[in-house]
């Protein structure tokens, strides 16, 4: 088929954008990128799809989320502990069912925002007492058909970690060592199913999860340190992890092994400039969700990184507790924060803000030959945004206006492995309403088990006040 008539914008090697532009796709790749005559031309009689009014440009690549966020979202706002009632019920009050359900409302959102691929953690801190619950995380993203990247690895010290088994009623104590065995088992049995669509990577929470006084690894850390690199050298996975400041020179000292470009690490709150440059030296991506700053409360210099040569990615960090998976509204965001941090208009520009979204986080996750531009003989992970509104109009300046003026909801159009999986602003072959009851269920279930549903409701003084009072 020819997805015909809008701008294309291809993020390939040249950075070209066609206008008008079109895209001809062959079963799940791309066969053909050019203009509409030229490709009419060259595939006669193709079925068309008419996208005058959009821009088209590569799927977007989400480089760093949670699974469980989707049903747990908003819950005790305001009372600053949504870390902790999270960790209740990943930990303590979910079933494969929480999971399941959550990963069908997290892929739906994926789909409605252009996000065609994600990375996910299954829980705030990885769930790695058994494979189960990332396994039912990720079949809403198989079966909806978006491309999904599953990471699994040791939750933050103190170990052993503690989990209850809702099906058996167990409590179960978790040493590195099970850790390690169930992200093994879903490695083998997650990675490259779902017609190769599904992935998975080496996540440890945190890259050191436990410093001494001193800053040092301690001898705990290292131990994973180790096992982590070794699992993603055996298996030929990357690695996710969390980074905070002072944990980069501690992995640099204790396993500098580990520091590679197969290593993506998130936040980078509060690092130093001496860690941005082992970053650079040695490969590692770094992935900033803007909005995750009003939590982490320590700049990560991610201009700073990108003069270095660091390989920095935008991502949404989740859909929790106060966000969503609207990846196209980060964007802005990013640039914002950093323009008004050096009152610099200059800093990152739309072309560049677009390419960490699409072809520099694919190369992170390892996809870089397969996805995050339009280029021949990749896989058809194609969207389209909605230029025709008041909003996105005048026609002009499709680029700028994608990246600097549109939303997630303006997309459109979505395609992943040639299959359209939106058209016309509606979601296809999808039972919507099914996955949103399906949803409301298994939070409400999960909340009455860990006795927070009281916690749903609005804060006592959300209303006529400046800030929120410690009563809850």
């Known amino acids: ?208 999860p436990e410093l001494t006084p001193g800053g040092e690894a301690t001898p705990e850390s290292v131990a994973m340190l180790q096992a982590v690199h070794e699992m993603s050298e055996q298996r030929g996975v990357c690695i996710h992890a969390h980074a905070v400041a002072g944990q980069v020179r501690a992995a640099h000292e204790a396993y500098p092994d580990i520091l590679t470009p197969k290593l993506t690490l998130a936040h980078c709150a509060g690092i130093s400039l001496e860690e941005v440059g082992i970053m650079a030296e040695h490969g590692v991506n770094a992935t900033h969700g803007p909005l995750t700053n009003a939590y982490v409360r320590a700049r990560f210099p991610l201009i700073e990184a990108l003069e270095a040569g660091v390989n920095v990615l935008i991502s949404t960090d989740g859909s929790g507790p106060d966000r969503s998976f609207d990846l196209l509204s980060q964007r802005r965001i990013a640039a914002q924060l950093q323009r008004a941090h050096f009152a610099d208009t200059s800093i990152l520009p739309a072309g560049r803000v677009l390419e960490m979204m699409t072809i520099d986080a694919a190369r992170a996750v390892g996809l870089d030959d397969q996805i995050g531009s339009l280029e021949v003989g990749k896989k058809a992970d194609i969207i389209a945004v909605d230029l025709r509104s008041a909003r996105m109009g005048p026609r002009f300046m499709p680029l700028e206006r994608v990246v600097f003026v549109g939303g997630g909801l303006d997309v459109e159009s979505v395609m992943v492995d040639g299959k359209i999986l939106k058209r016309d602003h509606q ?46």
């Open 1 to 208: 088929m020819l997805l015909v008539g809008g701008a294309v914008i291809t993020v390939d090697a040249g950075r070209r954008v066609l206008d008008p532009g079109a895209v001809a796709v062959e079963a799940d790749t791309i066969a053909a990128v050019g203009t509409p005559g030229e490709l009419r031309e060259q595939f006669p009689g193709a079925e068309e799809i008419d996208l005058r009014d959009a821009a088209i440009l590569p799927g977007l690549v989400d480089s760093h989320g949670h699974a469980g966020h989707g049903l747990t979202k908003a819950l005790g706002d305001g009372a600053g502990d949504w870390l902790d009632l999270v960790a209740e019920i990943y930990f303590r009050q979910s079933d494969t069912e929480f999971w399941r359900a959550e990963g069908f409302l997290s892929a739906l959102e994926h789909i409605e925002y252009g996000v065609t691929t994600s990375l996910s953690m299954t829980g705030s801190a990885p769930r790695v007492d058994e494979p189960k619950y990332a396994i039912a995380a990720s079949r809403g993203f198989a079966e909806l058909g978006l491309r999904h990247i599953v990471a699994l690895g040791p939750p933050n010290t103190p170990w052993p970690a503690t989990y209850r088994d809702l099906e058996t009623g167990r409590e179960i104590s978790v040493d590195l060592d099970r850790m390690m065995d169930t992200v093994g088992a879903v490695i083998d049995q997650l990675n490259g199913s779902a017609d190769g669509r599904l992935s998975v990577h080496v996540g440890p929470s945190y890259l050191v």
């Open 427 to 472: 979601i296809l072959g999808v039972d919507v309403d099914t996955i949103l009851d399906d949803a409301d269920r298994a939070a409400r279930m999960a909340y009455e088990r860990a006795g927070l549903l009281d916690r749903a409701a609005s804060h006592p003084s959300t209303w006529g006040n400046v800030r929120y009072s410690a009563e809850h």
